[in-house]
């Protein structure tokens, strides 16, 4: 026999179940990332730094909630789709593209140390994610909102690596 509370559980679970599995996707794509420049992460102390610069510690610490907002805002886009399903496939492209751009940058800049390149690479990135939030915007604009703290850290990261390039 099948009681009430079970059936909340059941209702509860397939509500959060897109966030679980979108959170799991952006932090899984951020830790394969940090697992691949493992070897390579002692750089940022050896390299002359500007002013503003964190410790690197502080770096993990940053990533994990921003991966978690991108996850949720994420699948609020996606719990869209039958409402407005071509906006969200466009949407979701775009997400897909700037996170496979974030995926990549730790990449360039610590394993291959083209800081210059890396750059560049951060400007697209910048770039995409300023597309994502618009288009998440025509959508949900809490999704929208979500991203921002995002965009604000992937710009200060950007001013690091570009004052990097230049004082090394």
């Known amino acids: ?3 009430s509370f079970s059936v909340t559980r059941f209702f509860m679970w397939e509500k959060l179940k897109p ?3 979108s959170i799991f996707i952006a932090l899984g794509v ?3 990332s940090a697992f691949l420049i493992r070897d390579n992460v002692y750089i940022y102390d050896l390299l002359r730094k500007p002013p503003l610069a964190p410790p690197a510690i502080l770096f993990p610490i940053v990533w994990t909630p921003l991966y978690i907002l ?3 805002s994420s699948a609020r886009v996606c719990q869209q789709k039958a409402v407005y399903p071509d906006d969200v496939f466009d949407a979701m492209l775009s997400y897909i ?3 496979i751009f974030n995926f990549l940058w730790p990449i360039i800049f610590f394993n291959m140390h083209t800081f210059l390149f890396a750059f560049i690479w951060i400007v697209v ?4 994610i300023l597309k994502m939030i618009f288009k998440f915007s025509r959508i949900d604009t809490t999704a929208a909102y979500l991203q921002i703290p995002y965009l604000l850290w992937v ?3 950007g001013y690091l690596n570009f004052m990097i390039y230049l004082m090394n």
């Open 155 to 157: 710009t200060f990261a």
């Open 30 to 32: 951020g830790s394969l």
């Open 19 to 21: 966030y679980f599995i």
């Open 70 to 72: 991108m996850g949720i």
């Open 1 to 3: 026999m099948i009681d």
């Open 125 to 128: 990135l910048w770039t995409g």
């Open 97 to 99: 593209f700037q996170l």
